[in-house]
């Protein structure tokens, strides 16, 4: 991966978080404190979280703050917020994705919206990482219901493969509070950082030489199309109204949209 990739500044990037994170009377009562920050939001489907009225609720206001909007997949598990890895088939897989974004689509287009991405959470955001053929498999789902749609996913040479062998767009994403190994993988054993200074200086290298601090002490030349911002983190609004002053994000479609000429 190393050789492959090279050394560049990054001048634009989207700013993601999660929405629709609650199910009947357990509710998330601070994720919609990004959404004045972020360029792009992650809808719950119903299966890891999200009840239809959680959902419509969260479209309407992506669609109040002119947010992009997008289906976050997950594993059938309520009870265990979709952090539970499951042994799917391919048939499996595939109908689960479908299924989800299917919803999703649907939903949208009755509030005159459109979804322009997917992505995957939890447990299943880890094994697409990991596993070449299970991402290849949600890429194919994906495009059975869109060919336009983007498939969000952890940076790395996984999501590469995918985007190139199934030719799918991909939006290569990144977390701030993440430790990456040499390889630019998530290091999923390492404690996430709740350090904000230390976070926005980690963007300001990743938008200055599309570099990352590393689990071994140095640094790793990442893909970085988002950056992912997590209602988990104690320090969360803090730090991603710090790094709108780095930095103003913009939707994975609007940059392409800008590289083209056409806005």
Not at 93 to 115: D, H, P, R, S
Not at 162 to 190: C, P, R, T, W
Not at 201 to 217: D, E, F, I, T
Request: charged fraction near 25%.
């Amino acid at each position: 991966m190393q050789n492959v990739l090279e050394r560049k500044s990054i001048k634009n990037i989207d700013f993601n978080c999660d929405l629709a994170q609650s199910f009947g009377i357990y509710k998330n009562s601070t994720e919609s404190r990004l959404l004045d920050y972020v360029s792009s939001v992650n809808i719950s489907c119903g299966f890891h979280a999200g009840d239809p009225l959680t959902i419509k609720e969260a479209l309407l206001q992506a669609k109040e703050k002119n947010i992009v909007v997008g289906a976050h997949i997950g594993f059938d598990d309520i009870q265990g917020f979709g952090y539970r890895q499951m042994e799917l088939d391919e048939d499996e897989l595939e109908a689960l994705v479908m299924y989800q974004v299917g919803a999703i689509m649907t939903f949208a287009k009755a509030y005159n919206m459109e979804i322009e991405h997917v992505r995957p959470h939890g447990a299943m955001y880890r094994q697409a990482m990991e596993d070449l053929e299970f991402s290849r498999t949600i890429a194919k789902a994906i495009k059975k219901c869109s060919q336009w749609l983007v498939y969000y996913g952890a940076t790395g040479e996984t999501l590469a493969t995918v985007a190139e062998e199934e030719n799918i767009q991909v939006a290569h994403e990144v977390h701030l509070e993440k430790m990456y190994d040499v390889n630019g993988n998530i290091d999923f054993s390492a404690r996430d950082l709740e350090n904000t200074e230390m976070s926005i200086q980690r963007l300001k290298g990743l938008l200055q030489n599309s570099q990352l601090p590393n689990n071994v002490g140095e640094r790793t030349i990442v893909r970085a199309d988002s950056i992912h911002f997590s209602n988990k983190l104690s320090n969360a609004k803090e730090l991603i109204i710090q790094a709108r002053e780095v930095i103003e994000p913009l939707p994975y479609n609007y940059k392409n949209a800008l590289k083209s000429g056409w806005v």
